[in-house]
């Protein structure tokens, strides 16, 4: 059975940094792509960062530079350096598999792939 589970959210004050993980069971990072996505109130979802192949890192324009993906030795646990935090980075933070586009309507998404539950980042002013 396929499982994504997401941990490390919280609360920050703006300009710090937080670390979010994912771990997965049921595949590794080898056989699938995986990659974080956001979505707060009134938007949509956006893409984050994406794990691909040979744990190649790829991040959409808009997120370039503040965010870093990274995977452990056992290509099953990944995680999301987030530094310089804004309040506009508040939104639940989603790990999914086989990502689809970067802005979906809404994450998770039944469209591809498999999701975490979520977990919660909150950035204070």
């Known amino acids: 059975e396929v499982q994504l589970v997401e941990s490390g959210g919280g609360s920050v004050q703006a300009g710090g940094s937080l670390r979010v993980s994912c771990t997965v069971s049921?595949?590794?990072?080898?056989?699938?792509?995986v990659a974080w996505y956001r979505q707060a109130p009134g938007n949509k979802c956006e893409m984050v960062a994406e794990?691909?192949?040979?744990?190649?890192?790829w991040y959409p324009n808009s997120m370039k530079g503040r965010f870093t993906i990274s995977q452990d030795n056992t290509k099953t646990t990944m995680y999301l350096q987030m530094n310089n935090l804004k309040p506009e980075d508040t939104a639940v933070y989603y790990c999914?598999?086989?990502?689809?586009?970067?802005?979906?309507?809404?994450?998770?998404?039944?469209?591809?792939?498999?999701w975490g539950q979520g977990t919660q980042v909150t950035v204070s002013s």
């Open positions: 999914a598999s086989h990502p689809g586009d970067e802005l979906i309507e809404a994450c998770p998404s039944e469209d591809f792939g498999d």
């Open positions: 049921g595949f590794t990072f080898d056989d699938a792509d």
């Open positions: 794990l691909r192949g040979h744990g190649h890192a």
